[in-house]
C-alpha cells in the first residue's frame, strides 16, 4: 500500500499545529507567561569594553537601594562558573578579566525592571582597558588564536597548481549576520518544593541547559526540570547560548527564593549575544581550458569572537562544504579558529556551510570569467559524477548525487538560456539600469558532525478515549518539528492529526537529547517517535485481533487506519474500543522509541570519514537589477528546485525553503553589522540593521519554490529530507547575479569585479565606481 494512502495526513500539506494561536495572539511565548506569584525580573551589569581588567568592583550601594532584591556577581555561584558547551572558557560572570563588550559582571535582580536599571548604574565597576583584536588579519598577525586546527588534503596540490592552465589566487571575507528571532533570548526560573528547580527556557538543546544549571548551582541534573514550550525563532542563535540567561535566572531564583525571569530586550540581544562567523579564507586554485578545478588550496579562519563555544565544529562544517557539489581532485584545505574581543559567535542556519560554500563560488566566478564560459557551465562541468570523480575532500563517497538531475530540470523549467540572452538584449540598450542572471546550486551534509550527538528519543502515551499525547527530544521553533512528529504518530497510530497532542519539550519527559539542530530535528526525532508508536500498535494488534475474531497467523493483516484497526474485508474496530480493551487486559499503553543514525563516524586526525547519513541538494536561478546611478537592485525573479525527498508535509517544507533562502539574501545583501574600533556594535536594532522585508530588496518579485518530484530518500524517516538549513546556501546566487549586472556596466565587458559581502547599495556602487563605469 502506498504511505500516502487516503485516510494519512503523511505526504500532504498541512498547516502548522500552532498555526492559529500564532495569528491569534494566543501562542504563549515565555515572556507571555502570568507572572507566579512573587516573580522578581533582573537587568546585567556588562563590561562596557572590548578587553579588560576588572580593577574594584562593589555592589553595597546596588543591593541597598528599594526594589533591589539582591546583586549577584561570581562569587555568589555555588557551583561552577562556566556556561561553556564544550571547552569551558565561558564563566557565566566575569572575574578578573573582561573579553568583549556586553559580558555579563553581574546580575541586578529586583521588583521592577526600572529597580534594577537603578540597580545597574548605582554598580561601582571600575575596567581598566586593554588593547582588543577585532578582526581577523590581526588575530594572524598576533597569534590569537583558539584551540583546533583541521586539515583535510588529497593528491599533491602543488604540482597540480603549477601545471594548471589557469591559476587563481585571493581572498574571500564573508561577514557576520545577527539571528533576528523575533523571541530574544528570555528564562524563567521557579524554586519548588524540595530544592526542585522548573526553569522555562527559550532554547533549541533543553538538556544542556538542565546541564548547565546543575553545574552552575552544584546541584544534580534530577534537581532540574527544563521546558521548552515554543521558541519565537531559534536560527542556530539558542543553540548553545540559551543556557547562560536560564543559568543566571536560576542562580538568582536559587539565592533570592523567589521565581525570577532574564529577559533581553532587542538593543542588549543584538549587542551582547553571538552572531553568524565572519570567516576570512585565502585561496589558490588551478583550473584547466575547460573550467574544470584540478586543484584547490584554502587557509580559512572562522572569528570565532572571545570563547570557542561551537567555533570548532562551525570550522569543520565549513571545510566540509569548501566543495558544495564540486569534485576537487588536489586540494589542501586548513582551518583555524581566530580568538577576538567580539561575543562569542555561535551556530547560525548553515553553521559554517555558507561560510565555506562562499568561498568555491567566488572561486568559480572567476575562473569562468577569465575563461570566458558562462558560470553556470563551469558549475555543471565541475560537478560529482562517476568514480572516481566521486569522493569528497574527507574521502566520502557521494552517492546518488541529484545535482545534475536538479541543474538539467531547472535549467529547462527557468529557461536559463532564453533568458540569458534576453538579459544581454537588455543590458545593451540600456545605460543606467543592468541585469544579471545566475545559477546556483547546493549539496549540504545532513548529520551532526560529532557523530554521537545524532540520537534522539520519544515518548507516546495513549489514552483510554483514544487520544494521545507525544513527547520528544526535540524544540519547536517555528520551523513545523511538532507538525512533522504529530504527522509521523498519525500515520501510524492510524489517526486523525486531532486526536494527537505534542506536548511541551521538556527534559522529565525525554532525556539527554541533543540539541535540535543541523536541521535533523525530524530525522532523529521522528524515527523515535515512529519506533514508539510502532511499539504500541505491535501491543495493540493481538488485542484487536482477539475483538475480530482473527487468529494470530492473520494479525498481519490488521491495518490501523481512520481511527479504527481493519480487515482488509472491511471488518473493524474502532481505536478507542482497541484501547479500552487493551486497559482491561492489563496492557500497557505508552511507550518510549529511540534513535541512533547508524553507519556514520569522522577522524579529525586524518581529515577523513563518513560524517553524513545524506546529502540534501538544491538549486536556485536568480535575476537581479541594478541601478549603477544608486548602487540598488531589486529581485526580478527567483526559481528554486529544492530537493525534500519525499516530504514529511510539503506546505511546510515550502515555507522552510522560502525562509532560508530570504534569510540567506539578508546575509549578503542588506544586513550589516557595524563593530566600532573599541569593539562595540553600531547597529543594535531595526532602525540600523535592515532584515529583509516584504515588498523591498531583497525579496524576490517573482518568487516560485518548486519541490524535486520523484525524490524519496532511502534509510530517512518516510522518505523525507532535512530542510532547515539547506536552502540558505542557495542565496549565494544573489552574488553571482549581482556581479553579473556590475560586469554589465563596462563597455569592454571586463572579466574581473570586486565586489564585498554583503552587497549592499554602497558595495554595489563602490564596484561599479572601481571598474570605471557607468
Ligand atoms: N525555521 C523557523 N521558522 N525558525 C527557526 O528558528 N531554525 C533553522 C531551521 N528553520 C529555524 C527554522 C535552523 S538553524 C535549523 S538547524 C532547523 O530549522 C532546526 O529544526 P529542524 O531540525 O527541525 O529542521
Ligand atoms: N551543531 C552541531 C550543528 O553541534 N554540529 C553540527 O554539525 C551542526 N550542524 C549544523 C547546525 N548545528
Ligand atoms: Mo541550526 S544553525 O543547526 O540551529
Not at 498541512?14 to 495572539?25: I, K, P, T
Request: with cysteine.
Amino acid at each position: 500500500m502506498s504511505e500516502k494512502s487516503v485516510q494519512s495526513p503523511l505526504h500532504r500539506p498541512s498547516s502548522h499545529e500552532s498555526a492559529w494561536q500564532h495569528v491569534s495572539g494566543e501562542a504563549i511565548y515565555i515572556d507571555d507567561m502570568p507572572p507566579p506569584s512573587g516573580m522578581l525580573v533582573a537587568q546585567l551589569v556588562v563590561s562596557p569594553v572590548a578587553h579588560g581588567r576588572i580593577v574594584r568592583l562593589d555592589t553595597t550601594k546596588a543591593a541597598a537601594l528599594p526594589g533591589v532584591a539582591a546583586v549577584l556577581t561570581a562569587q555568589d555561584i555555588p557551583g561552577v562558573n562556566d556556561i561553556s558547551a564544550i571547552f569551558h572558557d565561558e564563566p557565566l560572570l566575569a572575574t578578573t578579566e573582561v573579553l568583549c563588550q556586553g559580558q555579563a559582571v553581574a546580575l541586578v535582580v529586583g521588583d521592577s525592571y526600572e529597580a534594577c536599571r537603578r540597580g545597574v548604574s548605582a554598580v561601582e565597576l571600575e575596567i581598566e582597558a586593554l588593547p582588543a583584536v577585532l578582526d581577523v588579519p590581526t588575530a594572524i598577525a598576533q597569534q590569537s588564536m583558539h584551540a583546533g586546527v583541521h586539515v583535510m588534503r588529497r593528491g599533491d596540490v602543488d604540482t597540480a597548481l603549477a601545471s594548471s592552465a589557469l591559476k587563481l589566487s585571493g581572498v574571500v571575507e564573508s561577514p557576520d549576520q545577527d539571528h533576528w528571532y523575533l523571541e530574544t533570548h528570555v528564562a524563567l526560573a521557579i524554586l519548588e518544593e524540595n530544592r526542585t528547580l522548573r526553569v522555562y527556557s527559550s532554547t533549541q538543546h533543553p538538556a544542556e541547559v538542565q546541564a548547565k544549571i546543575g553545574e552552575v548551582l552544584g546541584i544534580p541534573r534530577a534537581d532540574v526540570v527544563v521546558l521548552a514550550p515554543r521558541m519565537g525563532g531559534g536560527f542556530g542563535g539558542k543553540e548553545t547560548q540559551g543556557a547562560h540567561f536560564a543559568a543566571l535566572a536560576s542562580l538568582a531564583a536559587w539565592h533570592c527564593r523567589r521565581p525570577v525571569k532574564v529577559w533581553l530586550n532587542r538593543d542588549q540581544d543584538m549587542m551582547w549575544t553571538g552572531k553568524r562567523h565572519p570567516f576570512y579564507s585565502t585561496y589558490e586554485a588551478g583550473f584547466d581550458t575547460d573550467g574544470r578545478i584540478c586543484a584547490l588550496k584554502v587557509q580559512t579562519y572562522a572569528n570565532a569572537g572571545w570563547a570557542h563555544d561551537l567555533s570548532r565544529a562551525i570550522l569543520d562544517r565549513c571545510l566540509f562544504h569548501l566543495d558544495n557539489t564540486y569534485f576537487i581532485p588536489n586540494l589542501h584545505f586548513e582551518g583555524r579558529i581566530a580568538k577576538t574581543h567580539l561575543p562569542s559567535n555561535t551556530a547560525y542556519r548553515g553553521f559554517g556551510g555558507p561560510q565555506g560554500i562562499v568561498v568555491i563560488e567566488s572561486v568559480l566566478n572567476r575562473a569562468a570569467r577569465k575563461l570566458g564560459l558562462d558560470p553556470a557551465e563551469v558549475r555543471q562541468r565541475n560537478f560529482y559524477g562517476e568514480a572516481p570523480r566521486n569522493r569528497t575532500p574527507y574521502d566520502q563517497e557521494v552517492v546518488d548525487s541529484r545535482a545534475r538531475r536538479i541543474y538539467d530540470e531547472l535549467m529547462q523549467s527557468s529557461r536559463y538560456h532564453a533568458r540569458q540572452k534576453e538579459v544581454a538584449d537588455f543590458n545593451a540598450q540600456s545605460r543606467w539600469i543592468k541585469r544579471g542572471l545566475a545559477f546556483q546550486p547546493v549539496k549540504f551534509g545532513i548529520s551532526f558532525t560529532n557523530s554521537m550527538l545524532n540520537q534522539a528519543g520519544a515518548l507516546v502515551l495513549i489514552y483510554t478515549d483514544g487520544t494521545v499525547q507525544i513527547n520528544h527530544g526535540g524544540t519547536e521553533m517555528g520551523q513545523g518539528l511538532h507538525t512533522k512528529m504529530r504527522v509521523v504518530a498519525a500515520h501510524c497510530l492510524g489517526l486523525p492529526q486531532e486526536r494527537i497532542r505534542v506536548m511541551h519539550t521538556a527534559t522529565d519527559k525525554v532525556p539527554n537529547t541533543a540539541a535540535t539542530a543541523a536541521s535533523s530535528g525530524a530525522d532523529l526525532n521522528g524515527q523515535a517517535v515512529h519506533e514508539a508508536c510502532r511499539v504500541l500498535v505491535e501491543r495493540l494488534r493481538p488485542v484487536a485481533a482477539r475483538m475480530l475474531g482473527v487468529s494470530e497467523g492473520e494479525q498481519h493483516t490488521l491495518c490501523f487506519a481512520g481511527e479504527a484497526v481493519s480487515l482488509p474485508n472491511g471488518q473493524s474496530v474502532s481505536f478507542s474500543k482497541v484501547v479500552q480493551q487493551a486497559y482491561v487486559e492489563q496492557i500497557s499503553l505508552s511507550a518510549t522509541g529511540y534513535y541512533r543514525t547508524p553507519d556514520i563516524w569522522y577522524d579529525a586526525e586524518q581529515g577523513r570519514g563518513k560524517p553524513f547519513h545524506y546529502f540534501a541538494y538544491g538549486a536556485a536561478v536568480l535575476e537581479v537589477e541594478v541601478n549603477g546611478l544608486t548602487g540598488e537592485h531589486r529581485l526580478l525573479q527567483v526559481d528554486i528546485l529544492h530537493d525534500v525527498g519525499d516530504s514529511l508535509i510539503p506546505s511546510l517544507d515550502r515555507g522552510q525553503v522560502e525562509g532560508a533562502f530570504i534569510q540567506g539574501l539578508g546575509w549578503l545583501t542588506c544586513e550589516e553589522l557595524i563593530w566600532d574600533d573599541k569593539g562595540f556594535l553600531r547597529t543594535h536594532s531595526p532602525d540600523t540593521y535592515k532584515i529583509p522585508s516584504y515588498g523591498t530588496a531583497p525579496v524576490p518579485e517573482r518568487f516560485s519554490v518548486q519541490l524535486l518530484e520523484d525524490a524519496a530518500q532511502a534509510a530517512v524517516i518516510h522518505g523525507s529530507k532535512a530542510v532547515g538549513e539547506p536552502p540558505f546556501m542557495l542565496a549565494i546566487g544573489v552574488m553571482t547575479a549581482l556581479q553579473e549586472a556590475v560586469l554589465a556596466f563596462t563597455p569592454a565587458a571586463a572579466r574581473e569585479v570586486e565586489l564585498r559581502l554583503p552587497c549592499t547599495a554602497e558595495a554595489v556602487l563602490r564596484a561599479i565606481h572601481a571598474l570605471g563605469a557607468p
